[in-house]
C-alpha cells in the first residue's frame, strides 16, 4: 500500500479515504474502535455510579458497584492502551498533525487516568477491590487506611467535572463536523 502525503506533508493512512477534504484525513479505524468503546464505558461508568449510589444498598447496588469497578478498571486499561497506540502512530508520522492536540484531549486523558485511580485507591482502602468473572484489582492504597471516604468524594467530584469535559468534547467534535460539511473521518 502506498502512502499518500497531501500537500501540508501529512501522510495519508489509505487510499480507500480519497473523498477526504484536503488536508483532512480519516482517523484509524483502531483509533476510532479505541475512541467508541472508552465512550460506551464512560457512560456505562455514569450510569451504574448514579445509580448505584441512589440505591443505597442490596444485590442490584451491589451489581452496579462491581459493574463500576470493571468498567473503571478496563477503562484504565484502555486509555493506556489509546496512549501507546497514539505514540506509535505518531512516531511513524501516520497520526494527523494537531489531532487531539486540543487542551480539553489532554484533560481527558488524564481525567480518564486519575478518575479510575482514585476510584482504586478508595476500594483498595474500603476492602472491596472484587470485579466480575472472580478478578481482583491488586490493593494500591492500605485497607482500611480511613480515607476511602475522602477518595471516593475526590472521584466522583473528577468525575462529574470530566462530564462537563466530555459535553465539552461532543460539542467540538459537532463544530468540527459542521465546518467539514457534514463529511465524516
Known amino acids: ?20 477534504p484536503t488536508g483532512q484525513r480519516p482517523l484509524p479505524w483502531l483509533s476510532k474502535a479505541l475512541h467508541w468503546t472508552t465512550a460506551i464505558l464512560v457512560l456505562a461508568m455514569l450510569v451504574s455510579g448514579v445509580l448505584m449510589k441512589q440505591l443505597g444498598g442490596g444485590p442490584l447496588a451491589d451489581t452496579l458497584y462491581t459493574l463500576h469497578k470493571t468498567s473503571g478498571a478496563a477503562i484504565l486499561v484502555l486509555v493506556l492502551l489509546r496512549l501507546g497506540y497514539r505514540l506509535v502512530l505518531q512516531a511513524r508520522g501516520r497520526w494527523q498533525r494537531g489531532a487531539g492536540r486540543h487542551p480539553v484531549h489532554a484533560v481527558l486523558y488524564a481525567g480518564l487516568i ?3 485511580l482514585l476510584g482504586w485507591a478508595g476500594v483498595s482502602d474500603f476492602g472491596a477491590r472484587g470485579l466480575f468473572l472472580g478478578l481482583s484489582l491488586p490493593a494500591i492504597w492500605p485497607e482500611g487506611a480511613g480515607h476511602a ?6 472521584h466522583a467530584v473528577l468525575a462529574f467535572a470530566m462530564l462537563g469535559l466530555v459535553v ?7 463544530n468540527d463536523y459542521i465546518q467539514r460539511g457534514g463529511q465524516r473521518s
Do not use: N, Q
Not at 497531501?6 to 493512512?13: A, P
Not at 465539552?168 to 459537532?174: C, E, P, R, S
Open 149 to 154: 471516604d475522602g477518595l471516593f468524594l475526590a
Open 168 to 174: 465539552v468534547h461532543i460539542g467540538m467534535a459537532l
Open 1 to 20: 500500500m502506498t502512502m499518500p502525503v497531501s500537500s501540508d506533508g501529512v501522510v495519508g493512512l489509505d487510499h480507500a479515504h480519497r473523498g477526504a
Open 114 to 116: 486519575l478518575v479510575p
